[in-house]
């Protein structure tokens, strides 16, 4: 299998860079005093403390003898990462996309044929959250457009909703080859976009289907039958996670249990169930 160009060392570090910038977090590693001129609150919570620097030469980098340590670059970890996204002032689904380009900052850009970034009603009050896109979306560029998809557009619509109306997305935006789970790495790089996506529609409720999506953005390692069907708190939105509807292919018995936990999100929205049509 090809795997890509090799990067020299400074390419990589230049990769890290625009990386950072398209973040907006270029302060972190410029200028950190810029920051605490900010105007903003939240800014001035935000310590250097908080974001750890990495110590360790990066590969291939040669090191002269007995040097100190030296902060090659900053790593910023999910939560100082959550809360420096606060400050992505202006931001837009449109901009997000622009950011991201033809991404290659993590390996599931090899195989991918089209990003999928997500689509739907920029200012739904239901968003749901998948894991990552599959052969189907992949060759199309759009959400949940395959087997599990179609399951998904039932159920938006047993709950009276289009898909017009919801946004769905997933927390990975290229198909992990042969389906696989994302790796952690490949979670930690794409879903900072996914965080700016939900922070730019500002849902009343997210919907995670499956484990992948609640375990990111809950920040667990908790197996989803120890918070499926309970509504959770996502910087101040309500979170559900369900089943994912490509398990409910495998596993039909359990659509009863993913209705009732979609019920609960209908009463959170004020939502009547669609009417059968005779
Ligand atoms: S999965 Fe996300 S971070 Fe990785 S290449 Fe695709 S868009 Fe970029």
Redesign the pocket.
Known sequence: MDSGPTLTPREKLEAWLRYYDDLNLGAFYTDRRTMAKRPSTRAAEISTAAIPVMRRPMAGVTQPKNAPPVSVLPVVNAASLFEVLDHVEGDTLERIRGD?GE????R??EQ?NK?VFGQGNPRAELVFVGEGPGHDEDVQGLAFVGRAGKLLTQMIEAMGLTREQVYICNV???RPPENRKPEDD?VA??SP?LFRQLDVIAPKAIVCLGLTAAQALLKTKDSISRFRGEWFDYRGTKLLATYHPAYLLRNPNAKGEVWKDLQKVMAHLGLQPKKASR
């Open positions: 991201l991404c290659t900052r993590c599931l850009h991918r990003i990975v935006k290229c490949e790089t794409c976009y």
